[in-house]
T-cell receptor, first 107, second 112 residues
């Protein structure tokens, strides 16, 4: 069993839809990260969370430490949101990654 | 700040050749990480440094791989000799304590 599991692996949505990507982890962590990787490969850090909720534009990330679960929400999705979204957890200084969720938003 | 700078962006080399990947972290960041990304295995940590000292190299695949960080502003990842299965995108990232990570643009390595 992977230490970090994401669901779904693939997600296709229509423009405007509300999107949720889930992440569960099985180890003790100091922080959880949501990363975005566009075609062409660059990785951008979206959020770093250790508790509660963060919001940036149309993106919202939540974490429940007791349940070892985090969600990334995208409101009013747009084709430019199409990317791979990766959940990663920090234990010590080490990042452990989930396998990623491929999101495709169709116009 | 220009972010984490990696070079080269692309590298094509023949099997058996030595390959050196370079990384300049963000000034002031005290941790530096080398990751490898493949279709089969996703993102994997190879090695990370804290204050220029290697802390965890358990992800380095074998003795053909070596990494150095001679000072706070420069790190190298060397593969000698290279093999086709080393073909991947290699990312460098840096962080200051746990205040988030910044990734470089990656080096796409192809070993033929």
């Amino acid at each position: 069993k992977n230490e970090v599991e994401q669901s779904p692996q693939n997600l296709t949505a229509q423009e405007g839809e509300f999107i949720t990507i889930n992440c569960s982890y099985s180890v003790g962590i100091s922080a959880l990260h949501w990363l975005q990787q566009h075609p062409g490969g660059g990785i951008v850090s979206l959020f770093m969370l250790s508790s509660g909720k963060k919001k940036h534009g149309r993106l919202i990330a939540t974490i429940n430490i007791q349940e070892k679960h985090s969600s990334l929400h995208i409101t009013a999705s747009h084709p430019r949101d199409s990317a791979v979204y990766i959940c990663a957890v920090t234990s010590g200084s080490r990042l452990t990654f989930g396998e990623g969720t491929q999101l495709t938003v169709n116009p | 700040d220009a972010g984490v700078i990696q070079s080269p962006r692309h590298e094509v080399t023949e099997m058996g050749q030595e390959v050196t990947l370079r990384c300049k972290p963000i000034s002031g960041h005290n941790s530096l990480f080398w990751y490898r990304q493949t279709m089969m295995r996703g993102l994997e940590l190879l090695i990370y440094f804290n204050n220029n000292v290697p802390i965890d190299d358990s992800g380095m695949p074998e003795d053909r791989f070596s990494a150095k960080m001679p000072n706070a502003s420069f790190s190298t990842l060397k593969i000698q000799p290279s093999e086709p299965r080393d073909s991947a995108v290699y990312f460098c990232a840096s962080s200051f304590r746990d205040y988030g990570y910044t990734f470089g643009s990656g080096t796409r390595l192809t070993v033929v």
